[in-house]
């Protein structure tokens, strides 16, 4: 069955795309807003990006993995936004397990070992 | 790119040799593996021989194992991998000749990958293997190569090469406070350390993550709760300082519990990420003793691997002991499952007189249940006695019933449901008397037992104390078995505490690998007792200071304090107790702290550092105190006990 890749811009974007996937498990990577040439504004967002698409394929089977564009700098580093404020996110690259306490920030996505351990493992 | 046979090896696999049905990894997959092996090297050169693979884990594992075995270097690779065709091109600039083994061009490829992961814990390719030690993927090859091993490994035939003689420099039972912590310590020095961590679910069936006791059933859950008994005591109290507010408040167990609980999950994450950080390896699997050297890894699936270790660390824990008697297992539960309980335990008789049943009862009726305290003797044993009844007397003060010398003998159902009702019939200690009573839940807090007895120490011949089940150590944590060692709850006649243990378990990798020699130090450890009246306490009791240095050598001085802050709500005068012991004969050195009170842990650790820099009496009183806070009583201690003065407060 294999798993299914869902873009979402913005946290509404974003609770919809996980609502839409109630009752398989939800895997989402937060990243900064990538440009017209494709590429984030965020350096750690950059080198994340290829690291855990790497390791998509030991996701569990039916899985949804959401790729989350927070928005521009300037959005971000406000500390009211709603990322911030509902998801609780301190940073970006976030890659998270959606309705648990698992998650990787920043440097830890960039671990291919811990991204896997993020996918496969209770 | 190009077929899969490389450098006059023939690397697919053949038909397969018959299996003997033991899954288990001594002689048995041995004999298979050269079996199969034989059977490989018999095969035409540069044939391609697809084999007929059972589905089996254990097959391919086999296979695996035996490419390893018989080749001086074996790379598993793939013909797409650029950094798999570096790596072979390294070995041929050495002359050196290598087997590989193509993963995308064999037949179940996948599979073998898989069962490649599980063995080494590699994710991608090339994984190299030299005189069957794992080397890794290419850049560590490269450093290997770089630091000369590669080619002392090919010299010495791996046999000098120390790493090689065991699996793991250390590996430690038990994934508490104590092991997590000497496991990270060692890691440090670069040594290659393996954590086994496993939770046998309760009789209930409760179970939880990484990081033992204290994380998931104890101290941090046990906090919060009490935290969160004590909002509602302030609360209370804020109407008096002005706040308003119409409802009548009430307090919802579920809510509370998701909120710790996810709390404590992202501490078990936190672990788990930590020590793959750390490059610990850990399997959530149940290690036991099966010979020298040798553990046997159960997962909750019966699957069973073996590993050798250099040194041990034995740091399993405890357990809640029952009762024994009818009832006990079926219908009560213990701290393992109070704080994970999906409904609210309602009505609730805790047995037992510790600080676990006295702060679990203390939370309980702090968020509005009623609770009843059966306790057989006297409360808190090895505490300061004056300390522990006062403790009681407040309690009772406020709505906690006790029923003192008397033990369950039966506990019965009643009714099923969540909570559902149960009747317990208790007989009391002298025997002449039997009292039944009714509860939503019955909480067993008895004490609790080490695990050790099942952990096959005497297959290794590690002593322990039969009776209690803990283990004699050396003041250096080891064990009778020069090459185990022990931390945590486990020892024998050490402090049951999870800072002792974090402590004992760094100084000893410290010590194993890092050449220094400072001994863990378990004199005047300051410890807390979060019961809603919270007591904070250092060094001696004051029977056992009487008990050791005599009545006339020693002087109490003691106090009553009313925190300013329970003066406005009317809240209790002349329950809060401040009291130190000091030694005449040693300039009224203090050896003793004793403080009932709000935020006694905050007061008693500033306290515990002056302690162990000798603090005395006059020193105390030569320091001045912070106004208005609860600690400054002990900076102006002027009643001694022996004079008899009254030591009542009227305000401030």
């Known amino acids: ?122 | 790119m190009g077929s899969s046979v490389r450098k006059g090896k023939a690397v697919l696999p053949a038909e397969e040799a018959a299996r003997p049905s033991s899954p288990r990894r001594e002689q048995p997959q041995r004999a298979a593996a050269e079996d199969y092996h034989h059977a490989a090297q018999n095969a035409n050169n540069g044939q391609a021989i697809t084999a007929s693979c059972k589905n089996k884990d254990t097959d391919l594992q086999f296979k695996i194992q035996a490419y390893i075995d018989k080749n001086t270097v074996m790379i598993f690779s793939n013909t797409a991998c650029s950094l798999s065709a570096k790596v072979k091109e390294l070995f041929k600039s050495m002359s050196v000749p290598y087997c590989s083994l193509e993963l995308d061009k064999t037949e179940d490829g996948q599979k073998l990958q898989d069962a490649l992961y599980e063995l080494t814990m590699e994710t991608s390719v090339p994984i190299v293997f030299v005189q069957q030690k794992q080397i890794g993927d290419y850049d560590k090859i490269l450093k290997a190569h770089k630091e000369g091993k590669i080619q002392k490994l090919l010299e010495t035939k791996g046999h000098d090469y120390m790493q090689d003689s065991y699996d793991y420099d250390l590996i430690v039972i038990g994934g508490g406070s104590g092991g997590l912590a000497a496991s990270k310590e060692a890691a440090k020095y670069g040594k290659k350390v393996m954590v086994l961590d496993y939770v046998t679910p309760t009789p209930q069936g409760t179970r939880w993550g990484l990081g033992g006791t204290c994380v998931n059933v104890g101290c941090i859950p046990k906090k919060l709760m009490h935290q969160a008994a004590l909002l509602g005591q302030a609360l209370q109290d804020s109407r008096k300082f002005g706040w308003q507010f119409e409802e009548k408040v009430k307090h919802s167990w579920e809510t509370m519990t998701e909120a710790v609980q996810n709390y404590i999950g992202s501490l078990n994450w936190g672990y788990r990420v930590s020590l793959r950080e750390k490059e610990v390896t850990y399997e959530n699997a149940y290690g036991e003793f099966v010979g020298p050297h040798t553990i046997k890894a159960t997962n909750n699936k019966g699957k069973e691997k073996f590993y050798t270790a250099e040194k041990f660390l034995i740091a399993t824990g405890e357990r809640p002991r029952y009762l024994g008697v009818p009832g006990d297992k079926e219908y009560c539960i213990s701290s393992d499952d109070l704080f994970s309980l999906p409904y609210c335990p309602g009505k609730t008789l805790v047995v037992g007189a510790s600080y676990v049943a006295l702060e679990c009862a203390g939370f309980l009726a702090g968020l509005g249940l009623d609770v009843t305290v059966m306790v057989r003797s006297i409360l808190l044993r090895g505490f300061d006695q004056e300390m522990a009844n006062k403790i009681g007397e407040h309690m009772e003060e406020h709505g906690v019933k006790f029923i003192k010398q008397f033990v369950p003998t039966k506990i019965e159902q009643l009714e099923e449901g969540t909570p559902g009702k149960l009747k317990v019939i208790a007989q009391s200690t002298d025997g002449r008397e039997i009292t039944e009573g009714e509860y939503n839940t019955v909480l067993l807090a008895v004490g609790r037992d080490t695990c050790t007895r099942t952990i096959g120490l005497d297959k290794v011949g590690v002593k322990i104390n039969e009776r209690s089940g803990k283990i004699p150590v050396s003041d250096e944590e080891q064990t009778n078995v020069p090459y185990i060692y022990a931390i945590g709850d486990v020892l024998e006649g050490k402090l049951e505490l999870t800072p002792v243990a974090i402590q004992a378990g760094r100084l000893l990798a410290r010590r194993l690998y890092a050449g220094t020699t400072l001994k863990c130090d378990y004199v005047n450890v300051p410890t807390t007792v979060f019961t809603p009246l919270e007591y904070g306490a250092c060094g001696f009791s004051e029977e056992t200071a009487l008990e050791k240095f005599g009545e006339e050598n020693i002087e109490v001085y003691h106090s009553y304090f009313w925190p300013l802050e329970w003066t406005v709500p009317s809240r209790d005068n002349n329950k809060c107790y401040a009291k130190i012991i000091c030694n005449i004969q040693d300039n009224e050195r203090v050896i003793g702290f004793h403080v009932l009170g709000p935020n006694a842990g905050e007061v008693t650790q500033g306290f515990s550092a002056a302690i162990k820099c000798g603090l005395t009496k006059a020193q105390l009183d030569n320091t001045i105190g912070i106004h208005p806070v609860c600690a400054e009583i002990f900076t102006t201690l002027s009643e001694t006990k022996r004079s008899g003065g009254n030591v009542l407060q009227s305000g401030c």
């Open chain 1, 1 to 122: 069955m294999g798993w299914e890749e869902k873009a979402a811009r913005s946290y509404g974007g974003f609770v919809q795309a996980a609502q839409q996937s109630r009752g398989r498990p939800v895997f989402a990577l937060f990243c900064g807003d990538k440009d017209a040439q494709g590429r984030s504004w965020c350096p750690d967002c950059v080198t994340a990006e290829p690291v855990v698409r790497s390791e998509l394929n030991s996701l569990p089977d039916g899985s949804v993995f959401i790729y989350c564009q927070v928005g521009d700098r300037a959005y971000w580093k406000d500390p009211n936004n709603e990322f911030r404020k509902n998801l609780k996110l301190t940073g970006v690259p976030t890659l998270l397990k959606y309705g648990t306490p698992q998650k990787l920030v920043e440097e830890e996505c960039l671990n291919r070992e811990l991204v896997h351990m993020l996918f496969t493992e209770d």
